[in-house]
Every structure is written in structure tokens, then in C-alpha cells.
């Protein structure tokens, strides 16, 4: 182990930097602050792959094995375990970590079998430190800036302009860190689960009088003159965390491929960093075949699913209509370029859910057990209309993400039982039946209840061998 001159132990050989998508000569380290290329576009963060492939593909795996739910710090987490793949050179002190990852991938066979798959698995990556994937991103982010603030650089402070899972991410994580984190809402506009995880983890939270837009516009201006580092999802350095999805999902599966991954996407980082994760694999062996992908969008911000009825040849950005994946209401995707590139590297479908197949979707799920997010609900309709048109089959090993816990999103589900939802008539309401409190008009009522279930459960299809 050698000193660096800024006093850091560096025993770190895997080196990854800054590359810009167009001209691999255009180069930056991890620890500059810089979001762009110079030609405008993203940046995406580059490994070292000659020095990785030194060490097998085997022993990778049993590393990753041996690493996973153990308590040598930074291993136990699900991104950090993985950390010479994903943000090597950084010193493991200023690593800030809620030792996300590792949610759980269950088979989900009550469900899969009411859509006629024999295996659909769910992947929970909203059973996470603040329900949503977005915490696989941040923990990157954050302790890069943690490590910069350690060598010196003048970062006064951590900022992103988001209406939901994003800012609650950066929150924690800030916090955790010590780092004043700064969340730029529009006012009026943002109800009361989303304001209140940035609230209550100490966040500078602004309420502006503008739109999304106008938060946006503020937060770039912040990060170019006040040194305040910014961390929206044109920040690659968030898709190096999250591209640890798509590795963790073969690795539970005892590094079988599955037939399918299914994601939903708005601003599209989050399919390309999946893409990304599985060619990590692909290079240094592995793994030795591809999975096909699935992005699932809202019909109301479908920008990506028009283009690929194109065939891509052409991208217009959209006006986004309100959804209730209000986390994927984007018109204009950040990450367009990454995620065509991943759809068309991954045999890729891009399929599209109208809002009550969003809430129908949901609610179904719900019924087998599952209580995940409408976004989730997004790549869940994606899914069911894809087995109906045979494009999935029924002996396929589906893998479907879900991106952030229900009880993020209870409005909705509250909205959806009481039958208030606008436009959307629900089909499967559960409402809490209000009864006198008199034995036996609880026990008819019970039985009745019973019967009504034993009834729609005699439909159900039969039991799929165990996979
Ligand atoms: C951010 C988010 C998405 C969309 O991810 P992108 O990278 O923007 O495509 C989906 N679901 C949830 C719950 C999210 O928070």
C-alpha cells in the first residue's frame, strides 16, 4: 500500500474514469466536477476493463458471493460489494453507505400463474434504506462527494431539483454523511409523502413558484456559479450504482440469465444502467448470454415507445401528461441516447400502459401479495400484455423490477379502493366494510365475505411446477 500525495491509501490497481459517448479521447477523473461532455451530451463512466479481466470470471463470482450480507465495511452493501466495477478508486472511509442492494428476487407464483407464466420473479428494489432504487445511485454520488470534500475541493453542498425519489435518496444519504443537501421543489405542487423524506432528513428544502422546469433551471444555475455539485441523473456517476440491479438479479438466480427483464422508465437512466451491468458481466465472462429487455412506459409520457414503433429512426421529445407514475412523467428523457443503444444491444420491446392498466395492474398484483409502486405497475401491465400476445411465453423466466415500495405511493392505492380515481372505474375495489358491532351481522357478513373468495379462488389456474 503506497501513500498518495493528498495522504490517501492507495492500494486500489482498477482504475474507471469519465468518457464522453462520442469521443473516447475526451476524459475526465471521477473527482472533477463536470456533468457534460463538450460536444453537450452525457457522459458515461468507463472501467478499465484489461485490468479487471485479471481476475476470472470465477473468482469474481465467488468474491461477489463471499462479500454479500457480511459485514466487512463496504462490502455488505449490494453496490459496494461490487466496488471494483463500480467506483474503485475511492477510499473506503469516505464510502456512504445504508448497505443498500441485495433486495429481495422472489418468485412470485400465484401472480405469474394468474398471467400464465410459470416463472415471473419480482425484484424489490423498493425494500430499500428509502424505498426506491434511486438509493443504488446515490450512495455513488454521494460518497464521491464525500471523498472530493475529504481531498480538499471547496463543495459547499449536494443538489437536485425532483419531485420525488430522487430527492428523498439524496436526503439520506447527505445526511448520513454530514453533507448539507439542498432540494428544489415547485411549490403548491408536491404532495405530502415526497416533501416530507427531504423534511425530515434536514434537507435545505426550497418551495419555488415555478414548475419542474423552472426548479431545473435553478439548480444548474447553483451547481455552474456556486460550486454547489449537482445530482440529477445526467450525473453518470448514479448509473454506475445503479447498473448493480442487473448483476445482483443473475447472481440471485445462481448465475442463470433469465429469459426477460422488465423496467419501467422515464428518464431512461435506469434502463441503461441495467444494460450496462449485464455487459460488465458479458465482458469479463460471466455470464455468456443476453436476457432480453423490456422498458415499460406510461402512455402519458411514452416518448421512447413511439420511437421504437420507428424503429428508433426517429426521437421527438413529448409533452408529458400528468400519470400516476408521476416519477416517470417525463417528456424529454436525459438518458435517450444510453437507453436506444441498450434496447437495441438487448433485443429489446419498448411497451406502453394507459392508466387503468396501470391501476388494474397494481391492484391485481396487490391481491397475490405484492403492495409495489404504479411505476411498478407500469412494467407489470408491460408484462401481462406481452404474454397475452405471445410475445413472452408461458415457460420463459421473467424477471420484472420494481423501482419503489407501494406505501411511497398510498394516495393512490387509497384513491384507487375508495373508488375516487378520475377516469379509472376500479375493477377490483377492497373497501373496509362498515358494520354495526353486533355479532351476528359480522358473522353473515363474514361468511358471505368467505364464500366470495373461495368462489373467485376456484377459478384460478392451477398450480406451475416448482421452478
Ligand atoms: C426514477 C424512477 C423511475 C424511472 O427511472 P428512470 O431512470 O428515470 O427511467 C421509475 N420508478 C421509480 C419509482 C422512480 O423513482
Same mark, same amino acid.
Given at each position: ?174 445526511? /448520513? ?7 428544489? @421543489?415547485?411549490? +403548491?405542487?408536491? !404532495?405530502?409523502? #415526497?416533501? %416530507? ?75 441503461? /444502467? ?7 458481466? @458479458?465482458?469479463? +465472462?460471466?455470464? !455468456?448470454?443476453? #436476457?432480453? %429487455? ?174
Amino acid at each position: 500500500m503506497t501513500k498518495s500525495p493528498s495522504g490517501r491509501s492507495t492500494k486500489v490497481r482498477h482504475r474507471a474514469w469519465f468518457e464522453s459517448l462520442h469521443d473516447p479521447s475526451e476524459r475526465y477523473g471521477l473527482d472533477e466536477v463536470v456533468y457534460t461532455s463538450r460536444d453537450g451530451g452525457l457522459l458515461q463512466v468507463v472501467h478499465d476493463l484489461d485490468e479487471l479481466r485479471k481476475t476470472s470470471a470465477a473468482k469474481w463470482r465467488r468474491l461477489f458471493e463471499e462479500r454479500a450480507h457480511k459485514n466487512d465495511w463496504p462490502y455488505g452493501s449490494g453496490v459496494w460489494g461490487k466496488k471494483e466495477w463500480v467506483c474503485p478508486e475511492i477510499d473506503h472511509a469516505n464510502v456512504v453507505s445504508m448497505y443498500e442492494g441485495h433486495s429481495n428476487l422472489f418468485w412470485a407464483e400465484r401472480y405469474g400463474r394468474q398471467l400464465g407464466l410459470d416463472e415471473l420473479w419480482i425484484k424489490q428494489c423498493g425494500n430499500s434504506h428509502t424505498g426506491s432504487f434511486k438509493d443504488l445511485g446515490m450512495t455513488v454520488l454521494v460518497s464521491m462527494v464525500k471523498e472530493m470534500r475529504a481531498r480538499g475541493q471547496d463543495i459547499p453542498a449536494v443538489a437536485c431539483a425532483s419531485t420525488g425519489d430522487t430527492s428523498a435518496a439524496l436526503s439520506a444519504y447527505a445526511a /448520513a454523511a454530514g453533507i448539507p443537501a439542498i432540494v428544489f @421543489l415547485p411549490r +403548491g405542487k408536491i !404532495s405530502v409523502a #415526497p416533501l %416530507i423524506q427531504p423534511v425530515a432528513n434536514g434537507a435545505i428544502v426550497f418551495a419555488l413558484d415555478t414548475d419542474f422546469d423552472g426548479c431545473m433551471e435553478i439548480v444548474k444555475q447553483v451547481a455552474e456559479r456556486d460550486g454547489v455539485y449537482l445530482a440529477n441523473s445526467m450525473n453518470s456517476l448514479r448509473i454506475e450504482g445503479q447498473k448493480t440491479v442487473g448483476i445482483e438479479i443473475v447472481q440471485q438466480l445462481d448465475w442463470e440469465v433469465p429469459d426477460w427483464i422488465v423496467i419501467p422508465g422515464g428518464n431512461l437512466g435506469n434502463v441503461s /444502467a441495467l444494460a450496462k451491468g449485464l455487459d460488465m458481466m @458479458l465482458e469479463l +465472462g460471466l455470464v !455468456s448470454r443476453k #436476457p432480453r %429487455i423490456v422498458c415499460a412506459q406510461a402512455e402519458a409520457a411514452n416518448p421512447l415507445y413511439l420511437s421504437f414503433l420507428r424503429d428508433f429512426r426517429v426521437f421527438e421529445p413529448i409533452a408529458a401528461r400528468p400519470t400516476l407514475a408521476s416519477a416517470i412523467q417525463i417528456g424529454n428523457p436525459v438518458s435517450i441516447e444510453k437507453a436506444i443503444d441498450a434496447i437495441r444491444r438487448y433485443d429489446g420491446i419498448v411497451e406502453q400502459a394507459s392508466e387503468p392498466e396501470i391501476a388494474e395492474a397494481c391492484a391485481h398484483a396487490d391481491r397475490t401479495g405484492l403492495f409495489n409502486c404504479p411505476h411498478t405497475g407500469v412494467a407489470l401491465a408491460a408484462t401481462a400484455k406481452l404474454v397475452r400476445r405471445g410475445v413472452i411465453r408461458a415457460q420463459d423466466r421473467v424477471v420484472v423490477i420494481s423501482t419503489a415500495h407501494g406505501l411511497k405511493f398510498v394516495d393512490f392505492k387509497v384513491k384507487y379502493h375508495s373508488m375516487t380515481l378520475e377516469g379509472i372505474p376500479s375493477e377490483q375495489p377492497n373497501p373496509p366494510i362498515e358494520l354495526p358491532a353486533r355479532y351476528e351481522t359480522v358473522r353473515d357478513e363474514m361468511r358471505r365475505q368467505i364464500e366470495l373468495r373461495a368462489l373467485a379462488a376456484s377459478d384460478e389456474p392451477r398450480r406451475s411446477p416448482r421452478p
